[in-house]
């Protein structure tokens, strides 16, 4: 389960990486209480959310041909460096009591384009530090790593905003990007061969939509990633609503709410974590993506902070077997040179639809209610999981012989890879 951590790269940027995501989700639960309490407006909470994800979608192309280009590992350093002093920013403003919600807005913004030069780059960089076998635990232990924090970043922000206010969960979280730092630079990473760039940039951007647009599988795992992040992961934007209006729970309830959508997400990434194979990952997809749909619509119907909280907990859990397992399936699929572009489209599809998502569900919100609003994102999820599910079983001889293709290319036996796919032209249900 935690053979990815047997190389020393990946420890590092392991252990830095979970203090550090720790501090970031004890800001962006900080920061939503903040413009709620300042506002009580649900469209400005969808706004200042729009402003935050939005520029990944406009600037993550390029961030994928900057990864695809030059040192993701140089670029990781630069990008978890911007994100430090922008927090420290936010934290100073905050701490001084002069905060204003334009002045969350710019920052905002502002992070969304240092995240869309750094979620390309990090997604890529997994692959410069296992080797190919240990990929998919990999990825499935950064998504552990994500989760945890989602787990224990909410509940500590929880109480600390409620103890001494947002300004110091802001301070943490520009502490915290120190730890990741450090781990960074103490890795040894072998040199990258360079791409050419004889090509123009716009002409290399192309490249990686063409890529994707011309295969099948790929296409048909971001249709759906991004379905579900703009009908469904919005509710998340509307979780302070849940928790002072609807279920009178207040800045701790907050934390309760998103901390038990992180446990159940963190037992998903051990069920990944567990794999050693692709096989059955579309079948879990279609699966998952329908169980989130369903678990958000029993959430928005309860009036229980104990019940909403038992209902989260499927959620968070079918929300990452469906990001974990469409980002492993993309990643063996995907020629490594074209890797950063590609991945570049998976974060706009999963990051950036997530604004629109948001400035959609605020302005619903601020006139049907948030509830119905997650109700009708819920079931826009199910119904896509259904055309998704439809369409994988023609698509399945092709994935599978881009993931042989792939394994081929990184040295890894091709009866080994055959082995791990023959179930992907199987119609049976997964066992494990």
């Known amino acids: 389960?935690?053979?990815?951590?047997?190389?020393?790269?990946?420890?590092?940027?392991?252990?830095?990486?979970?203090?550090?995501?720790?501090?970031?989700?004890?800001?962006?639960?900080?920061?939503?209480?903040?413009?709620y309490r300042l506002t009580k407006s649900a469209l400005l909470l969808g706004l200042v959310s729009f402003a935050g994800q939005v520029p990944v979608a406009a600037f993550a192309p390029l961030g994928g041909l900057w990864a695809d280009r030059y040192s993701r590992y140089r670029t990781v350093i630069g990008t978890q460096t911007a994100s430090m002093v922008l927090a420290f920013i936010l934290s100073a403003l905050t701490l001084l009591g002069t905060i204003q919600v334009w002045e969350i807005m710019v920052l905002a913004a502002l992070l969304g384009v240092v995240n869309a030069f750094d979620i390309p780059a990090r997604q890529a960089f997994i692959v410069e530090m296992v080797v190919p076998d240990d990929l998919i635990n990999g990825i499935a232990l950064n998504s552990a790593m994500f989760n945890g924090a989602r787990m224990l970043g909410p509940a500590i922000a929880g109480v600390t905003v409620a103890a001494i206010g947002e300004g110091w969960c802001f301070f943490v979280n520009g502490l915290s990007f120190i730890a990741v730092i450090i781990g960074l630079l103490m890795m040894v990473v072998k040199p990258r061969a360079r791409a050419p760039r004889g090509v123009p940039a716009f002409e290399s951007v192309r490249e990686g939509f063409r890529f994707v647009a011309r295969t099948g599988p790929i296409r048909a795992l971001l249709f759906l990633l991004g379905v579900v992040s703009l009908t469904g992961m919005p509710y998340a934007v509307l979780m302070p609503i849940f928790a002072d209006e609807v279920l009178n729970s207040g800045a701790r309830g907050l934390g309760l709410l998103m901390g038990s959508t992180g446990v159940g997400a963190l037992g998903a990434?051990?069920?990944?974590?567990?794999?050693?194979?692709?096989?059955?990952?579309?079948?879990?997809?279609?699966?998952a993506s329908m169980g989130f749909g369903a678990s958000l619509i029993l959430f928005a119907l309860s009036h229980s902070l104990a019940i909403s909280v038992a209902f989260l907990l499927p959620a968070g859990f079918c929300m990452l077997i469906q990001t974990a397992s469409s980002n492993t399936l993309i990643q063996t699929m995907v020629p490594d040179e074209l890797r950063g572009r590609?991945?570049?489209?998976?974060?706009?599809?999963?990051?950036?639809?997530?604004?629109?998502?948001?400035?959609?569900?605020?302005?619903?919100?601020?006139?049907?209610?948030?509830?119905?609003?997650?109700?009708?994102?819920?079931?826009?999820?199910?119904?896509?999981?259904?055309?998704?599910?439809?369409?994988?079983?023609?698509?399945?001889?092709?994935?599978?012989?881009?993931?042989?293709?792939?394994?081929?290319?990184?040295?890894?036996?091709?009866?080994?890879?055959?082995?791990?796919?023959?179930?992907?032209?199987?119609?049976?249900?997964?066992?494990?």
């Open 269 to 287: 990434t051990l069920v990944v974590a567990a794999r050693r194979g692709v096989r059955g990952l579309g079948r879990w997809i279609t699966y």
């Open 1 to 35: 389960m935690f053979r990815a951590l047997g190389h020393r790269n990946y420890r590092l940027f392991f252990c830095g990486q979970i203090i550090s995501l720790i501090g970031t989700w004890m800001q962006n639960i900080a920061q939503s209480w903040l413009v």
């Open 342 to 432: 590609v991945m570049s489209v998976y974060s706009m599809m999963f990051t950036g639809m997530a604004p629109i998502g948001a400035l959609i569900a605020g302005a619903s919100a601020h006139r049907i209610g948030a509830p119905f609003t997650v109700v009708l994102g819920g079931l826009v999820c199910i119904a896509g999981s259904l055309v998704f599910g439809a369409k994988w079983a023609a698509l399945r001889p092709e994935a599978r012989q881009l993931i042989l293709a792939q394994g081929m290319r990184s040295g890894e036996p091709a009866e080994q890879m055959s082995g791990q796919l023959d179930a992907l032209s199987q119609p049976k249900m997964p066992t494990n």
